[in-house]
């Protein structure tokens, strides 16, 4: 079964990270969605929405993911950035060729933790193209997939972000069977 985990930071997009956690859960047995917040407190996201985690970041890490999805919105995409934890993650399941993803303003996140170098990337307008990161090559695309390194543009895109996920997890099929429940 794949497993995936989304860190939630206070400030995060709720309309994200509620999508993501819904939709890849929606793919049944075959995904295992596990939700950690920085610490042990409900997350408060950027509409003042209260997510529960499942568990705490420092319990996740004890555990083997096949991919980290970080939602976007701010603060809590600088929170996720601000979060040593986060980053060494990152660059462990980057150097074991797991899948990276970001929505929003948290590819951020994934251009200081060094997984951006000669990829393609796409994020919420002006936060990427102000980073100066002329290795870079920036895309408007709703998502943007480049080798284990997947990102989207924010809460518009959510929905297509998390079925490529669904897809690249579990396969077309069961991204299909998903998004046909869901009337799109």
């Given at each position: 079964m794949?497993?995936?985990?989304?860190?939630?930071?206070q400030?995060?997009?709720?309309?994200?990270?509620?999508?993501l956690?819904d939709?890849?859960r929606?793919?049944?047995?075959?995904?295992?969605v596990?939700?950690?917040?920085?610490?042990e407190?409900?997350?408060?996201?950027s509409r003042?929405?209260?997510?529960?985690?499942?568990?705490?970041?420092?319990h996740?890490?004890?555990?083997?993911f096949?991919?980290?999805?970080?939602?976007g919105?701010q603060?809590?995409?600088?929170?996720?950035?601000a979060d040593?934890?986060?980053h060494?993650?990152?660059?462990?399941?980057a150097?074991q060729?797991?899948?990276t993803?970001?929505?929003?303003?948290?590819p951020?996140?994934?251009?200081?933790?060094?997984?951006?170098?000669?990829?393609?990337?796409?994020?919420?307008?002006?936060?990427?193209?102000?980073?100066n990161?002329?290795?870079?090559?920036?895309?408007?695309?709703?998502?943007?997939?480049?080798g284990?390194?997947?990102?989207?543009?924010?809460p518009?895109t959510?929905?297509?972000?998390?079925?490529?996920?669904?897809?690249l997890l579990?396969?077309?099929?069961?991204r299909?069977?998903?998004e046909?429940?869901?009337?799109?």
């Amino acid at each position: 079964m794949a497993s995936v985990l989304i860190p939630l930071a206070q400030g995060c997009e709720e309309l994200e990270a509620v999508t993501l956690i819904d939709l890849l859960r929606r793919a049944g047995a075959g995904i295992q969605v596990v939700t950690a917040g920085l610490d042990e407190h409900p997350v408060r996201g950027s509409r003042g929405t209260v997510l529960v985690p499942d568990t705490t970041l420092d319990h996740a890490l004890h555990q083997a993911f096949d991919m980290i999805a970080l939602p976007g919105g701010q603060p809590g995409a600088n929170n996720l950035n601000a979060d040593a934890r986060i980053h060494t993650l990152l660059k462990k399941m980057a150097a074991q060729n797991q899948y990276t993803a970001a929505i929003c303003a948290a590819p951020l996140v994934l251009a200081n933790a060094g997984l951006l170098h000669g990829k393609h990337a796409t994020s919420f307008p002006g936060v990427l193209d102000k980073m100066n990161l002329p290795d870079v090559t920036l895309q408007t695309a709703p998502v943007v997939q480049d080798g284990k390194v997947i990102t989207s543009r924010g809460p518009g895109t959510a929905m297509d972000f998390a079925l490529t996920l669904i897809e690249l997890l579990v396969g077309r099929a069961k991204r299909d069977e998903v998004e046909a429940g869901l009337v799109r």
